[in-house]
């Protein structure tokens, strides 16, 4: 048993436990937003969205089998995987999807990193979970370099105002649907279930959900056989989904949802550097000073006493 006070940050190999997770789902996620732009043309999104998550689903069983993990749910298991697909794996993605038709995937990325907000919000709301100053600091010191990186963007988005404005109307619908999923993941109910299981099931209902809204809205499937584009579905189903999910989903129920969403606060800086390597993206001061900010309070935050209940 640890001597530790309740709520203290927890020891070195526990915190390895959690920043080690925290880390590679970052960087994973930081680099999916161009990996999503270049999945935009032949294929309409919905479909690209099915794909990615019946081969996340697909990875996921194969995970939970490999573990002797049944994937059997009871009622109530049922009712909670099918809005966990519902919330995580259609709407959220649909959503983000369609954003990238009318704005920068930058602009995406900054935009989604508002999820800090509800995350906060809804965890305080629904699991209890008290908001400490120092995570408040940290939050106010993160969201000044959000802000200070969506003036750059907006900056240089080559769209009009009102695709602008649909862009970010989507952006934020996205948001809200994986701030629900984070809360759910939050709760007893997602503690009272075997998380590889429960994902893969909640996958395959996601991306039933995305392939009948695809069928309804586009027609029948449209695949492009070509080496990039099947790349970025296998990059996008595998380790962006079946093995990101349940590295971010296994710290959300450590830290809390408010600290999690850190990870996408810190998404944007990451696909800024990326795109300094692969897209010549040229940094501006204002955008040096923004992820200066993000940084900074990714770093408060993540210090702040565990959340109380």
Request: glycine share 10%; charged share 10%.
């Amino acid at each position: 048993m640890s001597s530790a006070p309740p709520g203290a940050w927890p020891p070195r190999s526990s915190q390895l436990a959690i920043l080690i997770p925290f880390g590679i789902v970052t960087l994973i996620w930081g680099s999916t937003w161009l990996v999503i732009r270049g999945q935009l043309g032949v294929v309409p999104a919905s479909w690209s969205v099915t794909y990615r998550f019946l081969i996340a689903g697909v990875v996921m069983a194969g995970y939970a089998l490999a573990r002797r993990e049944r994937l059997r749910l009871d009622a109530r298991g049922w009712r909670f995987a099918i809005l966990l697909g519902l919330a995580q794996f259609c709407l959220n993605f649909n959503f983000v999807y369609r954003a990238e038709m009318h704005i920068t995937s930058g602009l995406v990325a900054v935009v989604f990193a508002l999820m800090l907000l509800p995350n906060a919000v809804f965890g305080r709301i629904f699991l209890g979970q008290k908001l400490g100053r120092q995570l408040v600091v940290g939050m106010g010191v993160a969201m000044a370099g959000v802000a200070l990186l969506f003036l750059r963007e907006m900056r240089v988005d080559p769209h009009g105002p009102t695709q602008v404005l649909i862009g970010i109307g989507f952006t934020v619908l996205a948001i809200f649907s994986a701030s629900t999923a984070n809360v759910m993941q939050g709760t007893q109910t997602a503690r009272g279930y075997p998380m590889i299981p429960m994902l893969a099931v909640a996958m395959f209902l996601g991306a039933l959900f995305d392939g009948a809204f695809a069928w309804i809205t586009t027609g029948p499937p449209v695949f492009e056989p070509t080496l990039a584009y099947v790349a970025a579905t296998l990059y996008l189903g595998v380790f962006a989904s079946a093995i990101a999910f349940p590295l971010y989903f296994g710290v959300l129920r450590v830290i809390g949802p408010a600290k999690a969403a850190y990870s996408g606060v810190m998404v944007p800086v990451i696909a800024m550097c990326l795109s300094t390597l692969f897209e010549g993206y040229r940094w501006s001061a204002l955008a040096a000073a923004g992820a200066a900010l993000v940084v900074g309070g990714l770093v408060i935050a993540l210090k702040a006493r565990r959340p109380a209940r």
